[in-house]
C-alpha cells in the first residue's frame, strides 16, 4: 500500500519570513504523523532557507514514524547525516538560484563520486534514496552506485500543458518504475504532486512512497495541517 512523506520545508519558509520561532515545523511534523503521515521529509539546504540544523537535530528525536532527509551530495551534508542518521537520507541536486529542486540528479555523470557516497550513507545504516528523473539510464546508474531506492521526479508530469503531454510524462513515470523494481529498488515519487493530478500517479501501482509538501502545506494554511493531511491520505489510499 502505497504511503504518504509530508514534507514540511515550506512550514519553515512561512518562520524564516519573519526571522521568529513560528511557525515551527516540528510542531507541523507531529501534527501530518497524527493525521496519518508515515514519514516526515524535511531538506537541509545548504543557504538554509528554510529547514534549519535545530530542525532535523529535535525532528530525529522527535518523529515516531520514519525521517527523511534531503539534501545536496556533499561532504558537509554527509558528515550532518551521519550524526544525525535520518533513517532516510535521499540526495539531490541543488542550485542557489532555483526556488525549488529542478530536475533530478545525473547519476549517470556523477557516478563515481556517488558510488562512494552512497557506501559511507548506507555504512551508517542510512538507507539511500537518488532524486532522478524517469529516464532509464539514471535508473540503472542508481542501482550501479548502490542506491537502495530512488525517488522519481514528477515535476515534468505536473506541469504537463495539455492531455497528451502529461499522458506521455506519465508514461514515463511508469517505464521507469517497471525497470526501477525489477533491479530490486525501492521506488518513491515527488515534486509538484497536489490533491487532483496525484490520483493518476497512485493508479499506476508499484510506487512505495509519495513525497507531497508544498500543496499540503498550502491546504494546512486555510484548513489546517490534520486535515489537510487526512485528505490527502484518503486520496492515496482509495486511489
Not at 53 to 80: P, S, W, Y
Not at 176 to 181: L, N, V
Amino acid at each position: 500500500m502505497i504511503t504518504l512523506g509530508v514534507n514540511v520545508d515550506h512550514v519553515a519558509t512561512v518562520r524564516q519570513a519573519r526571522g521568529i520561532d513560528e511557525p515551527d515545523p516540528v510542531t507541523a511534523a507531529a501534527f501530518a504523523e497524527l493525521a496519518g503521515a508515515e514519514c516526515i521529509t524535511v531538506h537541509l539546504r545548504e543557504d538554509r532557507r528554510h529547514i534549519q540544523d535545530r530542525d532535523v537535530e529535535i525532528l530525529r528525536r522527535t518523529v515516531k514514524t520514519r525521517l527523511n532527509l534531503e539534501m545536496a551530495a556533499t561532504e558537509e551534508m554527509i558528515g550532518i547525516a551521519l550524526k544525525v542518521l535520518p533513517d532516510c537520507v535521499t540526495l539531490v541536486p541543488e542550485k542557489r538560484e532555483e526556488l525549488t529542486t529542478e530536475g533530478g540528479l545525473d547519476v549517470v555523470h556523477l557516478r563515481s563520486t556517488l558510488k562512494e557516497q552512497v557506501a559511507t550513507l548506507r555504512q551508517g545504516g542510512m538507507l539511500v534514496s537518488l532524486f532522478i528523473d524517469p529516464d532509464l539510464e539514471q535508473v540503472k546508474a542508481s542501482h550501479r552506485v548502490g542506491a537502495q531506492a530512488i525517488e522519481l521526479h514528477t515535476g515534468s508530469y505536473c506541469e504537463a500543458s495539455d492531455e497528451a503531454s502529461r499522458k506521455a510524462e506519465l508514461g514515463k513515470l511508469e517505464m521507469a518504475m517497471k525497470a526501477a523494481k525489477k533491479l530490486g529498488l525501492q521506488v518513491n515519487a515527488g515534486h509538484g504532486l497536489n490533491y487532483v493530478n496525484v490520483r493518476d500517479v497512485v493508479a499506476l501501482g508499484g510506487i512505495a512512497e509519495l513525497n507531497i509538501g508544498h500543496s499540503i502545506v498550502a491546504r494546512a494554511v486555510l484548513v489546517g495541517m490534520e486535515r489537510a493531511v487526512r485528505e490527502m491520505v484518503a486520496l492515496l489510499k482509495g486511489g
